[in-house]
């Protein structure tokens, strides 16, 4: 277990990433929505270039440190990484979300670069743009869910964390 100082430490960086990467992904789709229904060229441009950038430098370190500092926190507290429920969800839904953020680089990337070189009309790739909208709809909505999980706590524990806490009375 962690000292109290350490795991208010590693709660801070948890919540602070996790808060930033929800932030960071709300800027995200309003720059898409904007890319995607903008009739000014520079402001689309401008658009799908600053994407990238925020993808690049701050959603993949802010998930990646999300991501860590929650398994920190789940190892080095009693809330474990198997014993409950809303845990496990919390982090198949942190991986997910970090999966979809990685298979989302190479399209970004994509319409950026097009972005950089031409001018993307109306319909120019317009599946590929709403596909953006959408991942992040999808993303923000799966970290609010993940963030009211670590708020409300629901009750349950898995079979592994009712064997530990039989195990843990028995001892006693």
Request: with cysteine; proline share 2%.
């Amino acid at each position: 277990m962690m000292t109290p100082r350490i795991r208010k430490f590693a709660l801070l960086i948890h919540i602070v990433s996790t808060v930033g990467w929800i932030g960071a992904i709300a800027c995200f789709l309003v720059l898409s929505i904007v890319g995607l229904n903008s009739e000014n060229e520079q402001v689309v441009r401008a658009s799908y270039l600053s994407m990238e950038l925020i993808t690049l430098l701050v959603i993949i370190p802010l998930s990646i440190f999300s991501l860590l500092s929650g398994l920190i926190q789940s190892l080095g507290t009693k809330w474990g990484l198997f014993r409950h429920y809303w845990v496990l969800i919390k982090l198949v839904l942190t991986l997910v979300a970090t999966i979809v953020l990685y298979l989302q680089l190479e399209p970004i990337s994509y319409i950026a670069n097009v972005a950089a070189e031409t001018t993307l009309f109306s319909t120019v790739l317009r599946e590929v743009r709403l596909s953006l909208v959408v991942h992040a709809v999808g993303g923000l909505l799966v970290l609010l869910v993940v963030t009211g999980l670590s708020v409300y706590k629901p009750r349950g524990m898995t079979h592994y964390g009712w064997r530990k806490q039989n195990i843990i009375r028995m001892d006693k």
